[in-house]
């Protein structure tokens, strides 16, 4: 029986309206991933340019922080999954942050998940390593 080979990619953008500026949908065109988990997107998906949002041939699924700014995961699909889960850790605390979506290809799980930072003062390490 034939394999499928997927190419997965993973990135943090640290904000894909920055990165978008700085030639995001050409990279993307040019790598051509079959899934793509971004993480530190930093925008609401209607903060997004259509083109960068949902990319022609790509399904969006996003999961942005509550504060306005901050955090945020979304994946982008040309590969159709059996499911998407936006979050899934069933705690507020990690899922207002938008720290992970989950795609089900079958054989496969993909996560996208974006760590909390510990801070310079090493505050946020409990939260981080509850995480």
């Not at 040019?30 to 340019?49: F, I, K, S, T, W």
Request: hydrophobic content about 40%.
């Amino acid at each position: 029986m034939a394999r499928k080979t997927l190419r997965l990619f993973s990135w943090n953008v640290n904000g894909l309206r920055s990165c978008a500026k700085k030639g995001f949908l050409g990279w993307l065109a040019a790598a051509r991933p079959d899934v793509l988990g971004l993480q530190e997107v930093r925008a609401l998906p209607d903060q997004l340019p259509g083109e960068v949002r949902e990319p022609e041939g790509y399904r969006a699924h996003y999961l942005p922080a509550v504060r306005p700014g901050y955090s945020g995961v979304a994946l982008l699909t040309r590969a159709t999954p059996h499911a998407v889960t936006l979050g899934g850790l069933d705690d507020e605390r990690f899922d207002s942050e938008g720290r992970l979506i989950i795609a089900d290809y079958g054989d496969l799980l993909f996560y996208t998940g974006y760590f909390p930072n510990g801070g310079d003062d090493l505050s946020r390490v409990p939260f981080k390593l509850e995480f």
